[in-house]
Every structure is written in structure tokens, then in C-alpha cells.
């Protein structure tokens, strides 16, 4: 611990103190940054929790979008679209989160925090957003990449090898609530 980066892989946390690359979230070394790492459950539950609050707003819209399909084709089409974009919104607003707060609402339920591989920060609002599209990737391979936390000694979707980030466990737990979803 320092007042100041003594090198490469030297890494500022929050307390405005300086770490060795050893004492990083993700160091190698296994030591208190190792087992620090969030496992696949918490990570999975987090998601779902994430995921949920944008299924039950396609649901509520298939049925207004069906409502208004009974009157006209063309109303139907028109809410299905806002529902989609609406919905393809708030997964980007979810990453953003992760980003600018280090935690989705799910993520902040669950009690987790996801942070830079290098310097141990928050990612910021543009690179979670970043995340979050690299996340298709983790899709595209059948799903393998989100079941990478299984096996992988870092603990890591393909998306955060991507993006250079860690998930990591025993943080703050938040209460379910609208403040989850503020910036």
C-alpha cells in the first residue's frame, strides 16, 4: 500500500491508496483479491434478477400490443416496436449501470461488484455499456460463455476477458427498491 503507483500493474481502490498488482481483485496469486471473486450462482441469480424486471415489461406490453392489434394491424405493430426498443434500452441501461456504479440491480441484490482487472475502479458508464454487448458473444457460442465462472480460475465470462473486468462477491447488499434503478 502506497500514496502513489510504484509501477505497472499497481492499482488505486477506493480508499485512494495504492495496491500491488498482487492485491489486485483478480490477482493470479490467489490470495485475498482470489477469493474475493464472485462465484456462478450469485452471478446467475444476479441476471435473472436483471432480466426479470425486462421480461415482465415484454409481457405487459405483448398484452397492451395485442389489445391494440385487435383494433388495428398497424397500433399492434406500433407498440411491439416501442415494447422491443424499450426493452433492447433497458439491457444497455443495465450495463450502463454496471459501469457508472459497479452493480446492476440484481448485481447490487445479490451483494456483487464488478470492477477493472487493472486498476481495481468501476468501469464507467460507456465501457459497461460495451460489456454488456460483448455479452453477445458470450451467447453466440451456445451460452459456453456465460458458464466460463464454472472453470475458469479468474472467475470470468468471455465478456469480462473482453472487457477486462472481475466480478467480485461480499459487497454492500442493497434492499430491493426504486433507488436500484437511479444513475
Known amino acids: 500500500m502506497s500514496d ?3 509501477g505497472p500493474g499497481w492499482w488505486q481502490a477506493s480508499d485512494g491508496k495504492w495496491y500491488p498488482p498482487e492485491q489486485a481483485p483478480g490477482a493470479q496469486s490467489g490470495g485475498a483479491g482470489q477469493s474475493n471473486l464472485a462465484e456462478w ?5 444476479g441476471i435473472l434478477i436483471d432480466y426479470a424486471s ?22 399492434g405493430m406500433l407498440v411491439w416496436l416501442v415494447v422491443y426498443i424499450f426493452s433492447f434500452v433497458a439491457w444497455l441501461y443495465y ?26 475502479q468501476t468501469i464507467g458508464g460507456g465501457m459497461g455499456v460495451v460489456r454488456s454487448i460483448a455479452h453477445i458473444v458470450d451467447s ?17 465470462t468471455l465478456a469480462d476477458k473482453i472487457v477486462k473486468t472481475h466480478v467480485l462477491k461480499n459487497q454492500p447488499t442493497q434492499k430491493f427498491s426504486a433507488e436500484l434503478w437511479k444513475p
Open 4 to 6: 502513489s503507483s510504484q
Open 41 to 45: 450462482g450469485p452471478r446467475a441469480l
Open 95 to 120: 450495463g450502463y449501470l454496471v459501469g457508472a456504479r459497479g452493480y446492476s440491480p440484481g448485481m447490487a441484490i445479490m451483494g456483487l461488484r464488478c470492477v477493472s482487472s487493472e486498476t481495481g
Open 140 to 156: 453466440i457460442i451456445c451460452y459456453i460463455g456465460w458458464l466460463f465462472p464454472l472453470w475458469d480460475a479468474q472467475r470470468q
Open 54 to 75: 425486462i421480461v415482465v415489461i415484454i409481457i405487459v406490453g405483448s398484452i397492451i400490443a395485442t389489445i391494440f392489434g385487435a383494433v388495428s394491424d398497424i397500433l
